[in-house]
């Protein structure tokens, strides 16, 4: 098979989305906020949303997505961003909306407007990238850091009895009445690849069904702020993270 055969359209296993530009991504190498772009972006392309998607970010890593995605945008105030999404999708119900969004931002500064817009049942999808630190700002103690894990501000280690237990967001709305879907996925194998994919492609159809709020958990690494390869992220990830922040959908109505 020659080079000119590889490259035939008939012969094209995968591409790039088409909603991604050419932006040279600043993330830190093995960091899991890209592989979460492209799923998105292969999502609104699939769907046909591609001029009828409005994505909000906020503060912290996930804010650069706007870099990256060919869509509209608008940017929000640290943890506010469901709140601007719920504004928007009241404005324009035809929209898709979702919000992108760190464990530090939506679980601290943005904790009343995550629980409320979920539990008003807005029909906007969340996107949360958990991974248990702040990845931007220098490594420090997230709401979701595990128990016992060191960061720049825990350097002993997160003490329950000094700092409190770690907030599992996607429990909390679970329980919530305006909740359609929530669900917890990652993104470190082709198969949790693929899980994930489905999970946002299920949350974007309830936002537009009107069926009510969608929250889509990522377990997610930083092998930047847990000071590990991105191989060694993984590993922890999953021997770690994972017991604490079980996998699966936790609320499908």
Same mark, same amino acid.
């Given at each position: 098979?020659?080079?000119?055969?590889?490259?035939?359209?008939?012969?094209?296993? =995968?591409?790039?989305?088409?909603?991604?530009?050419?932006? *040279?991504?600043? =993330?830190?190498?093995?960091?899991?906020?890209?592989?979460?772009?492209?799923?998105?972006?292969? $999502?609104?392309?699939?769907?046909?949303?591609?001029?009828?998607?409005?994505?909000?970010? *906020?503060?912290?890593?996930?804010?650069? @997505?706007?870099?990256?995605?060919?869509?509209?945008?608008?940017?929000?105030?640290?943890?506010?961003?469901?709140?601007?999404?719920?504004?928007?999708?009241?404005?324009?119900?035809?929209?898709? $909306?979702?919000? =992108?969004?760190?464990?530090?931002?939506?679980?601290?500064?943005?904790? /009343?407007?995550?629980?409320?817009?979920?539990?008003?049942?807005?029909?906007?999808?969340?996107?949360?990238? &958990?991974?248990?630190?702040?990845?931007? !700002?220098?490594?420090?103690?997230?709401?979701?850091?595990?128990?016992?894990? +060191?960061?720049? !501000?825990? *350097?002993?280690?997160?003490?329950?009895?000094?700092?409190?237990?770690?907030?599992?967001? /996607?429990?909390?709305?679970?329980?919530?009445?305006?909740?359609?879907?929530?669900?917890?996925?990652?993104?470190?194998?082709?198969?949790?690849?693929?899980?994930?994919? +489905? /999970?946002?492609?299920?949350?974007?159809?309830?936002?537009?069904?009107?069926?009510?709020? &969608?929250? $889509?958990? @990522?377990?997610?690494?930083?092998?930047?702020?847990?000071?590990?390869?991105?191989?060694?992220? &993984?590993?922890?990830?999953?021997?770690?993270?994972? *017991?604490?922040?079980?996998?699966?959908?936790?609320?499908?109505?």
């Amino acid at each position: 098979m020659t080079k000119e055969d590889i490259i035939k359209p008939e012969n094209l296993v =995968y591409k790039k989305p088409t909603l991604m530009n050419d932006n *040279p991504m600043h =993330y830190c190498p093995g960091c899991s906020h890209g592989v979460v772009h492209k799923l998105i972006a292969e $999502v609104i392309e699939e769907m046909g949303m591609e001029d009828k998607t409005v994505g909000i970010s *906020p503060v912290g890593c996930a804010v650069f @997505i706007y870099n990256y995605l060919d869509i509209d945008w608008q940017e929000a105030a640290h943890g506010r961003a469901p709140a601007l999404a719920t504004a928007i999708k009241r404005l324009w119900p035809d929209r898709l $909306v979702f919000t =992108y969004q760190g464990d530090g931002d939506l679980a601290c500064i943005g904790t /009343a407007e995550t629980i409320h817009a979920l539990n008003r049942g807005e029909n906007i999808t969340i996107i949360f990238i &958990n991974n248990a630190i702040y990845g931007m !700002t220098g490594g420090q103690m997230a709401p979701t850091t595990l128990v016992g894990m +060191k960061t720049s !501000t825990s *350097p002993y280690g997160r003490d329950v009895h000094l700092h409190g237990y770690p907030l599992k967001m /996607a429990d909390i709305a679970a329980q919530l009445e305006g909740t359609a879907y929530v669900t917890r996925q990652s993104v470190q194998t082709v198969g949790a690849i693929r899980k994930a994919k +489905k /999970a946002i492609r299920k949350a974007f159809e309830n936002s537009m069904a009107g069926k009510g709020s &969608n929250l $889509v958990e @990522i377990v997610s690494t930083c092998n930047s702020g847990w000071k590990q390869t991105p191989a060694q992220s &993984n590993k922890w990830m999953e021997e770690h993270m994972f *017991p604490f922040y079980p996998l699966g959908d936790l609320k499908d109505k």
